[in-house]
């Protein structure tokens, strides 16, 4: 495992992302609709559910917000989105991933390719990209909020099966296998640990830096995508300031 620190990106945009949260409340609405509808309401028993629900949880939506959304897939709502990866390059050759839930393809692939193209960046073909990614586990504990020492978290974890331990001055960022994740995670709330964040992700192999000159355009480019009604997700290869 690279360097790279997913916690620093994480950081770095969760002030944009307040001011998006309607949407973001939107978008997960629509997640948690589609994993009840295929695999039932109850969490407990929908471990794919289970994870939109603490994904739902940790960007603050309402308990009534996450209700709605189950009833209306309990409900026999006849709504229906599909998911969609699209690959390419951003400014500077920096490889791209987005992960869409849509009702209509033909819309999101051209809103896609917009802010791909109007911001110097490039689509892919399936497969141009997904290659330098790995689906991973992803989870933080805060170090404030967390009394164990490092040598007591990697012991843990590794006891658990997880893959990685990186250490800052806040936080511990644990990796694991995408199969192992929900064991890790169930593992650590066993033990007494309390955790910032949990979830399943696309980790980069390897980093690229993003030119200075080509940075304004990034930014536009990811914002544009993040913004975007459809797009669940965008998970990047650029290197932040600590991967440089």
């Known amino acids: 495992m690279s360097g790279h620190s997913k916690w620093h990106n994480i950081q770095g945009r969760k002030n944009a992302q307040d001011s998006k949260r309607g949407k973001i409340f939107q978008k997960l609405s629509r997640e948690l609709f589609m994993a009840a509808k295929s695999g039932g309401a109850d969490p407990d028993s929908n471990a794919a559910l289970r994870l939109i629900v603490d994904k739902a949880r940790a960007a603050n939506m309402p308990k009534d917000n996450i209700k709605r959304a189950l009833d209306k897939a309990e409900g026999g709502s006849e709504e229906h989105y599909d998911e969609v990866t ?3 390059y951003a400014p500077g050759g920096v490889a791209v991933l987005v992960e869409a ?3 209509n393809k033909n819309r999101t692939a051209s809103s896609v390719r917009v802010a791909f193209t109007r911001n110097g960046g490039s689509m892919g073909s399936s497969g141009s990209v997904a290659y330098m990614f790995d689906r991973k586990g992803y989870i933080v504990l805060d170090r404030t909020k967390n009394t164990q020492d ?3 978290v ?6 658990l099966g997880a893959d990685d331990l990186q250490t800052s001055d806040d936080v511990y960022e644990i990796y694991t296998d995408a199969k192992e994740f929900a064991a890790v995670r169930d593992g650590l709330i066993e033990k007494g640990y ?3 964040n949990s979830e399943l992700t696309m980790i980069p192999q ?5 030119p200075e000159d080509k940075q304004e355009q990034f930014e536009h480019m990811i914002d544009q995508l993040e913004d975007d009604d459809d797009v669940s997700e965008v998970y ?3 290197a932040d300031d600590d991967d440089e």
Do not use: C, K, R, W
């Open 101 to 103: 839930l849509t009702d």
């Open 236 to 238: 990047t290869a650029a």
């Open 206 to 210: 390897n980093t690229t830096p993003v």
């Open 154 to 159: 990697l012991l843990d974890i590794m006891d």
């Open 150 to 152: 490092e040598d007591q």
């Open 86 to 88: 699209y690959e390419g």
């Open 194 to 196: 309390e955790l910032a």
